[in-house]
């Protein structure tokens, strides 16, 4: 890149605000990479909106859209490239706490942006604290790269007491990228169906179909050889690889959802299923650093 040239077509990042709707207030950072384009909800955990790679919508955004503090569970959920789930509780594991837990309605603090010649990196802190009970922050570090999508999040127990918390990275793809020409390569040596519906279509767990009217959700725990997810779009020429540790996530959700209007592919790095469901434990003051990245790709 020539940087004579380059200036803010390149790499840059705006502030933005949502001015009506059910969006109305919320707050976010767009990022432009080259050819990858970035939003991030600074109002929900820095979690991101959506994804574009060469002008393509890659991620799944319900049609819900921001809509996070009204209504119940599936009234709200927004879906997005990344809904981080913790530290609470995944999915419906605990009751008495929000669906897919608490972290995601914690708006970002300290958020700060810097930019390089070819990179932006996006900085900010999620807190979860209750009186009484656990004081856990989360310091949320994104690196973007005209190819790569970098997260490194660090939990702290600033407790005087030890503190249990869970995480599940919600990552979720739609249409254009997902199609039915999308293959999806899962390098599991053990995958089990989450309901009995899922069970019975195990043998098309990696199939992707076009959106069918009506019926049901699947969902799938996989145990991963080594973490590393490959989605390849031929007509799109678009590659993207979820590469994170399998000894940070043992589990790894698959959520399809071939249904016409809800069509959506969620790939889940997580510590715990949800029949068996385990939390982590950190004694006061101790930390630990949880990586993911994304990398996006034409052929």
Known sequence: MNKKDAGKQVVSAYDVVFESGKEKGKQGILVNVGVLEVLFNKTNALDVVWVKYE??????????????????FADKFEGGFLYTCGTDNVSSCVNGKPVHGSLHYSPAEKVCVTLSDDSAEIFGIVRQTALFGENLTIKRRFTVKENE????????????????????????????????????EIPFVKSEG???YAKSRADKQLQITEPIDGGDEEVFYNTLEKG???????????????IYDVEDFPV????????????????????????????????????????????????
């Open 252 to 299: 790894l959700l698959q959520w399809k959802s071939m249904i016409s209007g809800d069509y959506a592919l969620g790939i889940e790095p997580s510590f715990t299923r949800f029949d068996d469901f385990k939390m982590r434990t950190l004694s006061p003051g101790d930390k630990r650093q949880y990586k993911i990245k994304y990398t996006f790709g034409g052929f």
């Open 149 to 184: 999508i970098t997260i490194c999040d660090t939990v702290c127990n600033e407790a005087y007491t030890e503190a249990k918390y869970v995480l599940l990275y919600h990552t979720n793809f739609g249409y254009p990228f997902l199609n039915e020409n999308l293959k999806l």
């Open 55 to 72: 002008g393509n919508n890659v991620s799944f955004l319900s049609k819900n859209g921001l809509n996070s503090n009204i209504g119940e």
């Open 194 to 196: 989450l309901t009995d």
């Open 228 to 242: 590393e997810v490959t989605l390849t779009n031929d007509d799109l020429k678009i590659r993207i690889k979820v």
